[in-house]
């Protein structure tokens, strides 16, 4: 277990809070109070461990269904970072291979409460953190795996389907390049790509996420819990739309993930309450359309936090179907490890709850990036089609960390 109190921290210049998910509000007035980042040689069921630093920590989530109200003074709440790792671990899933970024915890939690006046660095406009500092630097990508090893996975996923062991897998490739200056300010501007629900950062010692993801992983809020899987990508022009509408492979691959999310909600919700209220609306992530669902139930009474992580971690769009079949075949295939990719990542607080997903998201440790994107293979999957939408939707991500 690794907690950091925040030592001196009232003497210290006080950044501004990004997290994705965080009360706009109270951005300018939050404080790190207290922190705990969990690896897995700590031992434990991090969903667990979290829940119950939360609970020490003035943040009682042992009960969503119960009625609570955020209160301008005090704990706010708290940044919430869960990895692809960690939510494998939470229900007994392969682990995969090891992490690039050994430096970034698989869980980290951080708790802020209200500082008595605003931060002097007043929020910049995302649209305005358009250069890195001076001296910043970013070499070149170097890939995990080769284009050829990649198709060759997506042909690995269509032989277990054959089989009948899977129905989908989500394969997910990496890629890494040395940087010189500070990451922070190229992290930040992840935020402002068009569609970047979840834009935001989220910082340690070592390390450092940025995050542009479009995607809901699960939100609580009003008694109802949802999640938004996105699956299904395509252009972001008029031929691309009506090709992704089209498209019997892309919608029988997207209905695929919308059952299991059903299924991983009814784990949490009130007998009967799960429904779909919008099916395979397509919306536009910078240059790309895709395809989004929205899947919602009534939380059911005592349902915790840590319970919760566990139905919905990993996202069900970012592994297959069945999950645990699925995510022994991504431990299998690929070369290196989800690191701050295909997790969680958002605001846990009072009567709210919000986690996006972590696609269209980068990590930094000391002196690399390290990006992830990857797709759903289906039987009507083509290896080569693949490859290309993997690296269709990590190039403005990486072009936008280039600009310096």
Known sequence: MRKNGPTGVETLPRPLIDVPGAPPSCRGVLVERARYEWRPADGGDPATLAEQ????????????ARPATHQPTGVCGAALYVSAAAGAHMIGA????????????????????HHPSPSPAAP???????????????GDWRESWTPRQHADAVTAVRAAIARGDVYQVNVVGHAAARYLGDPRPALSRLGALPGARYGGTLHGD???????????????????????????????????????????????????????????????ARTGSVRVDELFAVRR???????????????????????????????????????LAALARIAA?????????????????????DLGLTIRTVAADADRLHVWAGGGITWDSDPDAEVAEAAAKAAPVRALLATG
């Open 124 to 138: 910049p406009a995302p649209a305005r953190a358009a250069r890195s500092g001076p001296g910043w630097w970013l």
């Open 94 to 113: 392969a682990p995969g291979a090891p992490t690039p970024a050994p430096a970034l915890p698989e869980l980290a939690v951080v708790v802020y409460g």
């Open 333 to 353: 295939l690929e070369p290196v490890g989800r690191g701050a990719s295909m997790g969680a990542l958002g605001w846990v607080g009072p009567g709210r709850l």
């Open 206 to 268: 070592g390390w450092a996420i940025g995050c542009a993801s479009p995607e809901t992983l699960v939100e609580v809020t009003d008694g109802r819990v949802i999640t938004r899987p996105i699956k299904g990508t395509r252009p972001a022009t008029a031929a691309g739309r009506r090709e992704l509408l089209a498209s019997a492979k892309e919608r029988a691959e997207h209905v695929m993930i919308v059952d299991l999310e059903r299924n991983d909600l009814a784990r949490v």
């Open 285 to 323: 992530w910078c240059d790309l359309w895709q395809a989004e669902s929205t899947v919602s139930a009534a939380v059911a009474d005592g349902l915790g936090l840590a319970d919760l992580l566990r139905a919905t971690c990993p996202g069900g769009s970012v592994t297959g179907a069945p999950k």
């Open 53 to 64: 630093f939360l609970a020490a920590h003035g943040l009682d989530l042992t009960d969503l």
